[in-house]
């Protein structure tokens, strides 16, 4: 065969691939920013509702929050403290995308791939451990300034520990009827509400504001499973 015959069917095979769309894609592709953005939302969601170590940095999250809130903390502190949040969520996320894609290409026991995922894991508790140590020396630095007015600790106490379990109380895989989620759903704005009115730092109130809507989702999503 002539090189020109070799480029024509070179050229064939092409068009025809192009043409033809593989069987593992969805037939929706996103077509919008707004679609993508819907795809990546019900990819969080999803692993919330799957994943009890999401839900664990969730509640630890709305808990930095409240604590972040309430002391006078600077803007690399708060920079620092919400790189950290972010950065252990999306570990988590990666984690649980490299659990999926194991299982899909093992299936069945393979000590590589349990290995694959005992590493990813660990790299997830590194970073988680890692956040647990810069808060706890951020927390230290500004010890005086803290203990300082006692009022403000019992006062987050007062309405952190209802805030914490309620967000935990909407995240938990136990069936719930609706109307109590609803209630667990007003009680938690409404405690997050009341932690505005003597925020330090509104980006830290944002942040647990983005993090109970969350919550709720999740609780609407498992409604939806069910």
Known sequence: MTRRGLLTVGEVCYSTLAMTKPPFMPKDQPTSFAKSLGYAWS???????????????IIAAILVGLVASAVPLGLAEKAILIFCVTLIFFAEMLNSA????VDLAIQQFDEKAKLTKDI?????LVLAIG?????AAILVHDADQIFRDLAVIQRQVLFGVPLTFLGGALMHESKKPKWLDAIFTLGALGTWAATTTWTQSYVMSALMLGLLIVCVATAIARHRLR
């Open 131 to 135: 956040s647990m140590v810069i808060f």
């Open 43 to 57: 990819g969080l969601i999803h692993t919330v509702v799957h994943q009890r170590n999401m839900r664990m940095h």
């Open 120 to 124: 990813a894991a660990a790299g997830v």
């Open 98 to 101: 490299l659990e999926q894609l």
